[in-house]
């Protein structure tokens, strides 16, 4: 079919984004004020945002009924906008075909098209500059890294004052500020979510498995590759700084290794999931900690079945099982599997955030180490405060890992077993 086009409607067809555009790289529908475009690096953040402003200046659909006049350009800095937002490979320019590509004029910092619309760049280092011009619509890039994030996006609002809807999109990757909260927590902010891998095919060929097989699953990698927006409580017992810093890409060989449980105290839909953790002891006196076998809406058999299943794959030791709630049936359970595993009950005589305490103690003196990215289990630890969970569930899976670590490293009443070297 491409081979009996003429080269004017290959081009055509080329800068039809409407055929390329992924659900995420479309406009919502609804009556929002601001498009919150959240992605990975290279998930088409860039490219999205910059054939919306194609579509407002051109009055295309499904962007506008009517060509837009005024347009803002706001970037981290004077060079982003010229260097990514219009010079860009997915920039203002490239997107455009010959015949509909606005005049860039760089030292007036102005787009300017045929119909008269006109884009102006603005950087967020200067917000003053955004007190006087007025916009219809506005294009923020990059708006979690601005140095004056507030200052120039509130002068951006009180710019916005054309036309009879005037919007705004705001491409970029996550970061917990402020802003970005309120933007989230706004009822007239829609929002788009994209990871890099779902933009793969326009991306250099090993780079995903180059860079997501060395980030996938880490606190960075989640934030600049899944473009998931991640954050600690203050209080909680953990920070995902710490146990970054600690990650470990392989184990060490180990001296124990052991198997915890943390069974729910019932079955079926809406029960408390089985905290399944494995963690060793290494020739160093370091714990690390080799798998999360977690499982949710389990029967006992299930977790029971599982629980082995991790024993043997790791040549542990033993399995831990905390007995408060299932009592005897617990290590029934796991016996009627395989009586041949050595099963060491444990009760719980103090409440969670004491039990925890020490073992968080562990992680900020750098003696305990993922083994790989752990990323469910490192939600539960970072958002781990006096109150528990702030979605109120039970901490099944730290449960889990706080038996097995204490298990390893510490004594009864707390104390290290292996002191710091």
Known sequence: MLASLERSEIERLAHDFALFARPDQTPPAGNWTTWLVMGGRGAGKTRTGAEWVRGMALGLSPYACEPVGRIALVGETQGDVRDVMVEGVSGLLSVHPAGQRPQWQPSR??????????????????????????????????????????????????????????????????????LMKRLLADPLTAVSRAATRDNATNLAPGFLEAIVGRYAGTRLGRQELDGELIEDRVDALWRREAIEEARATAAPRMGRIVVAIDPPASSGKGADACGLVVAGLGADGHAYVLADGTMEEVRPVRWGRAAIALYHRHAADCLIAEVNQGGEMVTAVLSGIDASVPVKPVRATRGKWLRA???????????????????????????FGLDGLSSGRSPDRLDALVWALTALMLSESGEPKVRAM
């Open 109 to 178: 910092r102005r787009l300017e098209w045929a119909n008269g619309a006109v884009a102006q760049g603005f950087s967020a280092e200067d917000p003053e500059a955004l007190r006087g011009p007025q916009f219809a619509a506005a294009w923020c890039d990059e708006l979690a890294k601005w140095r004056n994030a507030e200052e120039t996006w509130d002068m951006l609002q009180f710019g916005l004052r054309l036309g009879e809807r005037p919007r705004q999109v705001a491409t970029t990757t996550p970061r917990p500020i402020a």
């Open 357 to 383: 305490e020490p073992v968080a103690a562990l992680y900020e003196q750098g003696r305990v180490h993922h083994v790989g990215a752990f990323s469910k289990l490192e939600d539960e630890m970072c958002d």
